[in-house]
């Protein structure tokens, strides 16, 4: 019978998890130990001060049937999705074309572009927002200066929301610098081809930069979607949920949830369902995806 | 030089242990009031002479400006006197003070010296009844006699523990731009006979008709749940909204929808002006900050706690204002309203250094110095000493001083404290009133839901 060799473990392998120790050791307890833990607490009723006690479902239960809240909370999460996802692409888009164009100074105008997203998801930007569009606000002057009627930005449960949404839609410029990278590589002799061939502007843009763009669409999508059904900062700051829980979203009823009313175990099930309905849309998309997005490599890598 | 003040220090240690003794030879086991007073003093004058390890202790606290200053002279005076004190101040708005105490206690880092909000302490005490001492237990450090002894049982005690110190004499009041209301006609009743909830309506109609875009009264969500919902409910039925002992809720439906049918009248009339006005103002005692407030035209009375009745005056500087009497329904079953306080101060037990926070308690309590500093940054001050440096500094006059008299001559209502002034309870009531407000269905269908919501939250509380 031959003898099967084993490796012995060498100094040279030990070495190489000495080098990651750093990152493992961040990776277990910061993410690893929380993401289970929050698994666990999401069975338990458990209010920080005493220990987590194990109450099975009784959470989720609660949450699907009981929790009035939750259903308007969730519905609040999906029209911002809604409102902002695609907002956010085609304004970033449409910026991106716009600095595609080789004019004098475009170096300083995409930098001044790029400017609202470095300030992105900032407590102070909320606050100048909500000063910006109070009642008595700079943007109600304005309105006033053209004849236009004053509007309740904030007060208004129809509108608040919205007024949200346009913060958000506002900080476009991660997208478009991705947008921008991908309308440069986009060849240019396609374009001389079809001018040849006699297409319009209109033409050039939906059947070559659109498709040739698809992969970056699909990934701005996916991290914008992630984005948005996570939204904590602009809300809170701004509305606070209110009025009426028209700006709730599910990431406002979280933080409440865990830390004014010191439900962790009840908090983490909500983390757990907006994990779930992430998990879910981004299967969706990425399932879609091969309907609408081109790959020059064939998807292949 | 050194051999006397040697010799001194013996002689205060001999003297020290004395008072002990004397203590500790009490064999009831409590300790009267005169004794602990006098040996309040004489261990401070003996612990000024002795040799200390410095101890730095960490004191927290949530306030505007003026307490914020007047607070951090007061430390630096108490500072000078006991040199191996230092005291590290923790200062900030209210804005996420609770959330901030909560985690700390629970991983047992929190603050020696907490400044802490009514509402929150049974709660606490609740989880865990060994998060802050009891001050009895320090009656030798601390004179608590400079206290009258039923306001102290009605603040900061549970279950014959003193966790918390009331700062101050407080309670939800009523104040009015007077100018405005002489203006417009207004004639506020003066006495608490003539002050019904109809009045408000009927005086909001007065001023609708004098000027349709002024509205009587100034008034949040919170301060509607606060100053309207909670007293109506408790002269309605004579009970605190939830029952702790029974996790029950004090009221019927029918009593609810009559209080929601109230909260749609004032709107209806337009006596409060509509939530959508005021949305950018109502989260954390900004009323005063609103343009409408400060111009002194559109606004003429506010619910609010004392405690902040000067800052809100403050606002509008050429108005004058008074303090007003809050409605009471003709067959109430309890005044609804009362005199408490705006926030206790309590030592944390896991404190290494417990004998100390206490002293500057004592300090910030008993001491005219202190008095002087802290006049009246945390309202009317509960102590015999700061009244009386106050009353010497013409500082209790004004506006916060006339709510607090109006509250501690005619209003002795049940101070509701425990499940009720819990943050996720109170968040229904506001929830409610924001409905309301909104039109968003009738008073009947709105307490219906809530009623199953404030259900599941004594549910989850069981």
Redesign the interface.
């Known amino acids: 019978m031959e003898k099967v060799k084993v490796k012995r473990w060498r100094k040279r392998d030990c070495m190489g998890l000495v080098y990651v120790a750093p990152w493992l050791a961040g990776f277990l307890l910061l993410q690893l130990y929380p993401f289970l833990a929050s698994l666990y607490y999401s069975f338990c009723q458990y209010n920080v001060m005493a220990s987590p006690e194990w109450v099975g479902l009784k959470n989720y239960i609660t949450l699907f049937t009981v929790d009035t809240d939750f259903k308007k909370s969730f519905m609040v999460t999906l029209v911002y999705t809604l409102y902002t996802v695609p907002g956010k692409l085609i304004m970033s888009l449409l910026v991106a074309l716009l600095l595609n164009k080789n004019m004098k100074g475009i170096n300083l105008i995409r930098t001044v572009f790029y400017i609202p997203s470095l300030f992105g998801g900032s407590v102070a930007v909320a606050l100048l927002w909500k000063l910006m569009f109070m009642d008595d606000g700079v943007i109600n002057a304005v309105l006033g200066f053209l004849h236009l009627p004053a509007i309740q930005w904030l007060g208004n449960p129809g509108v608040a929301l919205k007024t949200i949404c346009m913060l958000e839609i506002w900080q476009f410029g991660s997208s478009m610098v991705m947008f921008l990278a991908a309308l440069k590589q986009v060849p240019a002799s396609l374009y001389e081809a079809a001018q040849i061939d006699g297409a319009d502007k209109w033409k050039c843009f939906f059947r070559i930069t659109l498709p040739q763009i698809t992969p970056i669409i699909f990934f701005n999508m996916i991290m914008q979607t992630i984005n948005a059904l996570q939204a904590y900062t602009s809300a809170a700051v701004i509305t606070n949920g209110g009025p009426v829980k028209a700006t709730y979203l599910l990431g406002i009823k979280l933080y409440k949830e865990a830390f004014q009313n010191y439900k962790m175990g009840y908090a983490s099930t909500i983390s757990w369902v907006i994990f779930a309905v992430i998990m879910a849309v981004t299967l969706l998309l990425f399932k879609s995806s091969s309907g609408w997005v081109y790959y020059e490599d064939g998807g292949e890598f | 030089m050194r051999k006397i003040s040697r010799v001194l220090a013996l002689v205060m240690c001999v003297i020290l242990m004395a008072g002990l003794c004397a203590c500790g030879s009490d064999t009831t086991g409590t300790t009267t009031a005169a004794e602990a007073g006098g040996t309040a003093a004489g261990e401070t004058s003996a612990a000024l002479d002795e040799k200390h390890d410095p101890v730095t202790l960490r004191f927290m606290w949530w306030g505007g400006d003026e307490r914020a200053e007047a607070t951090l002279k007061a430390i630096e005076a108490f500072e000078a006197k006991y040199d191996w004190i230092t005291i590290e101040p923790e200062y900030g708005s209210s804005d996420g003070y609770?959330?901030k105490l909560?985690?700390q206690?629970?991983s047992g880092n929190a603050a020696d010296i907490i400044q802490m909000g009514p509402g929150w302490l049974p709660g606490?005490v609740k989880?865990?009844d060994n998060y802050f001492i009891d001050f009895n237990d320090y009656a030798d450090r601390i004179d608590l006699t400079t206290f009258e002894s039923s306001f102290l049982e009605q603040n900061g005690n549970i279950g014959g523990k003193q966790y918390g110190l009331p700062t101050g004499i407080s309670g939800y009041s009523f104040i009015y731009n007077k100018t405005l209301a002489d203006k417009a006609g207004i004639l506020f009743p003066d006495s608490k006979e003539e002050m019904n909830w109809d009045t408000l309506i009927e005086l909001g109609k007065q001023l609708q008709a004098y000027d349709s875009s002024a509205y009587l009264v100034d008034i949040g969500d919170s301060e509607l749940a606060a100053c309207i919902m909670r007293p109506y409910l408790l002269q309605l039925t004579g009970s605190t909204m939830v029952v702790d002992a029974t996790a029950e809720l004090g009221f019927t439906e029918e009593e609810l929808v009559q209080c929601l049918t109230y909260i749609k009248d004032l709107y209806d009339n337009k006596v409060i002006p509509?939530?959508?006005?005021?949305?950018?103002y109502s989260?954390g005692d900004s009323l005063q900050t609103d343009?409408k407030w400060i111009s002194g035209e559109t606004y003429v009375g506010m619910f609010l706690s004392s405690s902040t009745a000067e800052v809100a005056t403050a606002a509008c500087p050429d108005c004058e204002f008074a303090a007003g009497y809050m409605p009471v329904m003709s067959s109430a079953k309890n005044d609804g309203f009362y005199a408490n306080c705006p926030q206790y101060m309590c030592v944390s037990k896991s404190s290494e250094h417990i004998e100390e926070a206490v002293m500057f308690l004592d300090y910030f309590y008993n001491s005219e110095e202190a008095a002087e500093i802290l006049t009246t940054v945390r309202s009317v001050p509960p102590t015999s000493v700061g009244q009386s440096v106050c009353a010497k500094l013409g500082k209790l006059e004004g506006i916060a001083k006339d709510t607090v008299d109006i509250l501690q001559a005619s209003y002795h209502g049940t101070n509701e404290m425990g499940m009720t002034t819990?943050?996720?309870y109170g968040?229904i009531l506001r929830?409610m009133i924001?409905?309301i407000?909104?039109g968003?269905g009738t008073p009947e269908e709105v307490a219906k839901?809530g009623i199953?919501?404030m259900q599941?939250f004594l549910d989850?509380k069981n």
Not at chain 2, 274 to 280: C, T
């Open positions: 609770q959330e909560t985690t206690l629970s606490y989880s865990n509509p939530l959508a006005d005021i949305a950018a989260s343009p819990e943050e996720e968040q929830d924001s409905q407000a909104y968003q839901n199953t919501l599941n989850s």
